[in-house]
C-alpha cells in the first residue's frame, strides 16, 4: 500500500523557517517524483517542488525559487521541503504526493496520483 505522511507544520513568523518531512512507502524510488503541494485558504492547489526519484533532480515554483529546497534521503524514505524567507503568503495547508515526472510540466498536480495528508503552515505577519 502507498503511503505518504507530510508532518513539520506549525505555526512561524514571517522570515522565519520550516522543514517539512514527507516520509513515504509502498513504492519503488526508481522512477518518478515526490512533489510538495500546498492549497492556500479559499485557493486551489499549487505545485511548490519537486524531486526525481531516479537522479534527484529538483524543480521550484518561482513563488518559493531561491528560498526552498527540496532533498531527500532514501534510507530514510523520507523528503524534505525547507523553506526561508517565510512570507504570510506561504500560509497553506502542505502535501506530498507522489507521481510521474513530466518535466515540461513537473508540478502540475495531475500528474500526482498518490497524497499524502497535509500538514499547515501559518506564516504570522
Known amino acids: 500500500e502507498v503511503q505518504l505522511q507530510a508532518s513539520g507544520g506549525g505555526l512561524v513568523e514571517t522570515g522565519g523557517s520550516l522543514r517539512l518531512s514527507c516520509a513515504n512507502s509502498g513504492f519503488t524510488l526508481d522512477d518518478g517524483a515526490i512533489g510538495w503541494f500546498r492549497q ?8 511548490v517542488a519537486c524531486i526525481s526519484s531516479r537522479d534527484g533532480t529538483t524543480y521550484y515554483a518561482d513563488s518559493v525559487k531561491g528560498r526552498a ?6 534510507a530514510k524514505r523520507t523528503v524534505y521541503l525547507q523553506i526561508d524567507s517565510l512570507k504570510p503568503e506561504d500560509t497553506a495547508i502542505y502535501y506530498c504526493a507522489r507521481g510521474e515526472l513530466v518535466p515540461a510540466s513537473p508540478l502540475q498536480p495531475l500528474w500526482y496520483n498518490d497524497w499524502g495528508r497535509g500538514t499547515l503552515v501559518t506564516v504570522s505577519s
Open 69 to 74: 529546497t527540496v532533498s531527500r534521503d532514501n
Open 40 to 47: 492556500p485558504p479559499g485557493e486551489v492547489r499549487e505545485g
